[in-house]
């Protein structure tokens, strides 16, 4: 069976990718950065249900920290199959607030890390002459949102990275793809009040936010295809058409 890293899979989307492709079958690591206790409850749930994942910590903003998460999983395993670069942190902000820490936080965090993962991912794939990425990015990366001048950069860049690593690392069987959900019902958008979350319903075609497992199901189908690469996907209930 594959073997599968989730950057950021201790809550939200990613936990939600951690636990299913588990329990489809796919050996799983699990990296988390501060939910180290969200991150073992998910492992123990597992392992009452005879499933069973890794779990490793590592802030995967940081290039040493990503190098040792890699290591941990080439340790375990004689390669990596699908990188999931789902680590991802959002703040709501006025372009004039910005400040320096904040952009190297936001960027960092979605953008460095995704590159710095597939620096150190890809020889591995390049050996075995087959892998699959996939980059969360957003649909505020396709089309810029309001107050999130960075978070719309950042995910607009992984985005970018996306398109030239599929050319890239096609020919070695390589696939890159993105994902870029629309609005899904996660921690990340515990701040949005009822309110608005009623008007986001109102403006989606399907009339719905999104679940964790609608990503999981695009991620799967991703995992299991051979002929798609250089692609962002958005799942979105239609809120973004382009
Ligand atoms: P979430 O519930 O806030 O979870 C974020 C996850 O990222 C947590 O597991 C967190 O781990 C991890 N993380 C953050 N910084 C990290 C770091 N430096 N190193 C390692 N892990 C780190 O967010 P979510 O909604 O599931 O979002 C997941 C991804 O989907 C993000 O990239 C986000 O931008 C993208 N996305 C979300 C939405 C949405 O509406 N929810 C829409 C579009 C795109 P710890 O808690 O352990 O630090």
Redesign the pocket.
């Given at each position: 069976m594959k073997n599968v890293i989730v950057?950021?899979?201790?809550?939200?989307?990613?936990?939600c990718l951690v636990e299913n492709l588990a329990k489809e079958g796919y050996n799983v690591i699990l990296?988390?950065?501060?939910?180290e206790k969200?991150?073992r409850k998910i492992q123990n749930e597992l392992k009452e249900n005879g499933v069973f994942i890794e779990i490793f910590k590592?802030?995967?903003?940081k290039k040493a920290e990503v190098k040792k998460l890699v290591e941990f999983a080439l340790k375990k395993w004689e390669s990596i199959d699908v990188l999931i670069n789902?680590?991802?942190?959002?703040k709501l902000q006025m372009l004039q607030d910005i400040t320096e820490e904040d952009w190297n936080e936001i960027i960092d965090?979605?953008l460095k890390?995704t590159f710095y993962m597939s620096q150190e991912v890809v020889p591995s794939m390049l050996h075995k002459k087959s892998g699959c990425i996939i980059n969360?990015?957003?649909?505020w990366g396709m089309v810029g949102a309001s107050c999130e001048a960075v978070y719309s950069i950042s995910?607009a860049g992984m985005d970018a990275l996306t398109k030239s690593l599929a050319k890239e690392l096609g020919p070695s069987n390589i696939r890159v793809n993105s994902i870029?959900?629309?609005?899904?019902d996660?921690?990340?958008?515990s701040n949005i009040d009822e309110k608005i979350k009623q008007e986001i319903k109102n403006e989606t075609p399907l009339g719905k936010i999104g679940r964790?497992i609608d990503i999981y199901k695009c991620v799967k189908w991703l995992i299991e295809d051979e002929f798609t690469t250089g692609q962002v996907i958005s799942v979105n209930g239609g809120y973004v058409i382009n």
């Open positions: 950057t950021g899979g201790s809550r939200g989307i990613g936990k990296n988390y950065n501060k939910s969200s991150a590592a802030d995967v903003s789902n680590a991802g942190i959002a965090t979605n890390s969360i990015s957003s649909i995910k870029a959900p629309g609005v899904i996660t921690d990340m958008n964790p």
